[in-house]
């Protein structure tokens, strides 16, 4: 059982800050950020801080965002695709697929991609549909796409 942390209003700036300064927008919603012990943030209904959590067991609760390392936000699925409905497309570091790189991105290999040489989060995106997010790194965009999500026949 994990133990969630309500993030004050200090932390979610942090958050703020490295989203806005790697994809150009944040989140415009009012909600609580919850954080477990691996750095994964989630995100809930703001009426969930007037509950004491530290006498809740609790598996799993809201929607994962992203995870928080090393001063880097890595954005869920979820939560990059909610990021892109909220700032309404209006995103940096955002790359569209080709139908033969979302074949090879969902068997669960990194792309070969030139998008320049900095290191970079970058959101991936198909058809006006987002995808997820993943890191660019050394001309290859690497894949973290779970498990669960890849598959062989897929367009």
Known sequence: MQQLKILNTREIKKIREVVVAEFGGFLTKDYAYLENEKGKVFLVNKDISRIELKNLRIDK????????????????????????????????????????EVKTYFTGVDLEKDLGKENKLVILEFNRNILGCAQYKERKILNFLPKIHRGEIII
């Open 61 to 100: 609760m809201g929607l994962y965002f992203a995870e928080v390392k090393n001063n880097q936000v890595r954005l869920s699925k979820e939560g990059a695709q909610l990021l892109y409905l909220e700032s309404e497309g209006k995103l940096s570091n955002i790359i569209s697929l080709n139908n033969s």
